[in-house]
């Protein structure tokens, strides 16, 4: 009978764990709103929610800037200004009638302009210049 309770406990752990990514997936709702300024320039505008970490919301920024390169025709892009923020979220509280605890989630919020370059225009080793297709790939893993 132990051994019993011993697979369902290891099952149900297994199975609650493997659906961590799911759910953490699930809980991701960045958005991102890329802004093409000239042909060569993109402000990209990314926000979270209060689930969300500053890291997801650079990470979606920095997919959409590639994202944008490729499908402009261009393979490098150089970061030119970022800011990142974090403004107040909505409020919830929790515990009894006596002992009521309230928190605010925080959203995490990017902005980045970079400008695009082809193979040859710029120096893939510049400071700051990302190759499209390596950020693309990183966020694939």
């Not at 990209?44 to 920095?62: E, K, L």
């Not at 515990?95 to 605010?104: E, F, P």
Request: hydrophobic share 35%; aromatic share 8%.
């Amino acid at each position: 009978m132990m051994q019993i309770w011993k697979k369902a406990c290891f099952s149900g752990l297994f199975l609650c764990l493997s659906g961590c990514a799911d759910i953490s997936s699930a809980l991701n709702t960045v958005e991102v709103t890329p802004h093409m300024l000239d042909d060569h320039t993109v402000a990209i505008s990314g926000s979270g929610s209060g689930t969300d970490s500053m890291s997801s919301v650079q990470q979606a920024v920095f997919r959409s800037a590639a994202t944008t390169a490729k499908s402009s025709g261009y393979q490098y892009f150089l970061v030119l200004n970022e800011q990142k923020t974090q403004v107040p979220g909505p409020s919830s509280s929790y515990g009894s009638k006596k002992s009521r605890h309230t928190y605010q989630l925080m959203q995490p919020r990017e902005e980045l302009t970079a400008r695009f370059y082809r193979t040859g225009e710029v120096d893939p080793n510049q400071p700051g210049v990302f190759n499209a297709d390596t950020v693309l790939a990183e966020s694939t893993k």
